[in-house]
């Protein structure tokens, strides 16, 4: 139980008897935004006052009186109108450090009761390159993953892999038409993707035409014409595939190792994993029992000559449709088949999509004929996020692209990532040099690996530290800045402190297994220490709302903090040996829970930097 957890239980308690249900009243205590105000702040006492119609002052007063301090609060202040100041008591504190030091995981406590939980994120069409578009599902994916795993539950990441649409139907067409034996032979990745951007953009001025809103379009009725000829031969093609036809299921099963040769790359460097990697294909041959299931409990209906579910009343909202008119099933057939595999093959209790804010009215239905179908005691939970935009000279703000327009392909921003963050280290290293500081001599090797853990550590947590629902705004000279809620100021941050270690000639072994108890009578270490113990609240408040922007909200507060004391408190030539070894502990705690944090947002730290 975290430290904000046993407060909320104490004024529980203390309020059983005064109201009937004292939950969320007690859940009103909170850590306070100033700590000259204390530790924790109760503001109970003003709603509570309304209901039992007394002044707010003497009720609060009340509630300090029955309240149970147990061994771990000074004596409460009320404060103004029935403001409840909370203090913890500096020895309870001290005594919490010395056990978070001895646990693995820095006192985070595990799951009362562990879920099993699917996380479905990432989800490329794996027959063209891994884009922009791709970074934030993946991204938030994972680190949600990996924090749900960290607290206790099972679970499962799945990559639902596009490998069955349309874009096949352009390799197929292309590669018949267009392909360079060749290039196939000398590099198959790269002739795949040629073949699927030249068939792209050869249908691109029918899909353009089909968009145009005042009827004119900028290509000519030639172009139009040729393009919608090339666009019915890739409808074809995907059908024959979908058809079983023999030469397209063979060639589909040549195209798949080459499309994931791919993007398995791009997974690696961004050490992202996952437990399943089950695409379209695999629910293609669940789709017809899937669709008789739903006409037979009378869910879905035939209508029009297709069959449809009609989910919503509200006007502009069209039926899902699961069966169109010439017997091609849907991605709500497709997504259905995926939730009865998952709850009957996987046993999962919560289900999480995490694709993009514009999705909102698929899953929406989605879940509701889930519902409908028997599937009510799933948790159906739509992750949605916003847009990465840039600002163009002009001030404007648009979708990322890049040069000339096009999308730029994720291995491309990644690479540029990387050599952005080799220079920033290199000016740093220099800026370093010239005011006299110590500075680690790294070979080559190892200024590779620093620009490559710190670039693309740059691109997540940039990503990460935004509310998720929101659009973005992506900045290189932001992201990589040495200051500021950055990765790049927590990866120095990190350094900086096993830097302390070393330059001591210090073990920190010994402050893990036999740690002192610390002192915490410098109003800077025990802020430190306060925020250290919080660790375990940030880490539940993210997981309760799937956002991972209060992590490195956490991160920044300690990285605060910890600038404070290691500015104000001297560590290695402390006063006393006693005192070095409670600041080392300080330290040693910090760079653990640095590190930690960063390790469940998917980014790596380096040593020395």
Not at 41 to 48: E, F, G, I, V
Not at 107 to 116: H, I, K, L, S
Not at 218 to 245: F, M, N, S
Not at 479 to 492: E, I, K, S, V
């Amino acid at each position: 139980m975290t430290l904000l957890e046993q407060l909320q239980q104490k004024f529980r308690d203390a309020l059983a008897g005064l109201v009937a249900d004292p939950g969320p009243y007690g859940g009103m205590v909170k850590p306070t935004q100033d700590p000259r105000h204390g530790d924790y702040q109760a503001n109970c006492a003003m709603p509570l006052a309304k209901v039992l119609g007394r002044p707010p002052r003497d009720l609060a007063q009340e509630i300090v009186r029955r309240l149970d301090l147990g061994d771990f609060l000074e004596p409460p202040q009320v404060a103004g109108p029935g403001f409840i100041n909370l203090r913890v008591r500096n020895d309870w504190l001290a005594t919490r450090l010395q056990e978070m030091a001895r646990d693995e995981r820095l006192g985070v406590e595990r799951a009362g009761r562990p879920e099993t939980i699917v996380i479905d994120y990432s989800s490329p069409n794996v027959a063209k390159p891994m884009h922009v578009g791709h970074l934030r599902s993946t991204i938030i994916g994972d680190a949600l993953a990996r924090l749900l795993r960290f607290l206790g539950h099972r679970v499962i990441s799945d990559n639902h892999l596009g490998d069955w649409g349309t874009q096949f139907g352009m390799l197929l067409y292309g590669y018949k038409h267009f392909r360079d034996e060749a290039a196939l032979k000398a590099d198959p990745v790269r002739e795949m993707v040629r073949l699927y951007v030249h068939v792209r953009n050869l249908t691109k001025p029918a899909e353009a035409d089909e968009d145009e809103e005042n009827g004119a379009s900028k290509y000519t009725p030639e172009q139009v014409a040729e393009a919608r000829r090339i666009l019915e031969e890739v409808r074809r093609e995907t059908a024959r595939l979908h058809e079983g036809d023999e030469e397209n299921v063979r060639l589909w099963k040549e195209f798949m190792p080459i499309c994931m040769k791919e993007i398995e790359p791009i997974y690696q460097r961004l050490d992202v994993r996952f437990d399943l990697q089950l695409g379209e294909s695999f629910y293609n041959p669940m789709l017809p029992s899937v669709v008789q299931e739903l006409l037979d409990k009378g869910i879905a209906q035939l209508s029009e000559g297709a069959v449809a579910i009609f989910v919503s009343d509200k006007e502009g909202e069209p039926p899902a449709l699961v069966r169109k008119r010439d017997g091609a099933f849907t991605y709500t057939t497709t997504d259905l088949a995926t939730i009865r595999y998952r709850v009957k093959e996987l046993n999962a209790e919560r289900i999480l999509y995490v694709v993009g804010a514009p999705q909102a009215l698929h899953f929406k239905y989605l879940f509701e004929i889930a519902r409908r179908w028997g599937y009510d005691r799933v948790k159906f939970e739509h992750i949605a996020f916003g847009s990465v935009l840039e600002r163009l000279p002009d001030g404007k703000t648009v979708m990322f692209r890049t040069r000339g327009g096009r999308v730029v392909e994720l291995n491309h921003l990644l690479d540029e990532a990387v050599v952005r963050a080799r220079e920033v280290y290199e000016k740093n290293r220099a800026d370093r040099i010239a005011r006299g500081e110590e500075v680690p001599e790294l070979t080559e090797a190892e200024k590779q690996q620093v620009a490559e853990v710190v670039g693309i550590g740059a691109v997540k947590y940039a990503d990460l530290s935004q509310n998720r629902t929101s659009d973005y705004v992506f900045d290189w000279d932001k992201m990589l800045a040495m200051d500021g809620n950055t990765a790049t100021y927590m990866q120095y941050a990190y350094a900086r402190n096993r830097n302390i270690f070393r330059k001591g000639g210090e073990d920190a072994g010994p402050f893990r297994t036999e740690p002192p108890l610390p002192s915490l009578d410098a109003p800077e270490e025990r802020a430190l220490a306060l925020q250290l113990l919080r660790l375990g609240e940030a880490l539940q408040a993210a997981a309760a709302d799937y956002r991972p922007n209060l992590i490195t909200a956490y991160l920044w507060d300690l990285a605060k903090v910890y600038s404070k004391f290691y500015e104000k408190c001297r560590v290695l030539n402390a006063e006393t040996l006693a005192l070095r070894r409670s600041r080392l502990l300080l330290c040693d705690l910090t760079a653990r829970v640095i590190q930690l944090c960063l390790q469940l947002l998917g980014i790596r730290t380096v040593e020395r930097m």
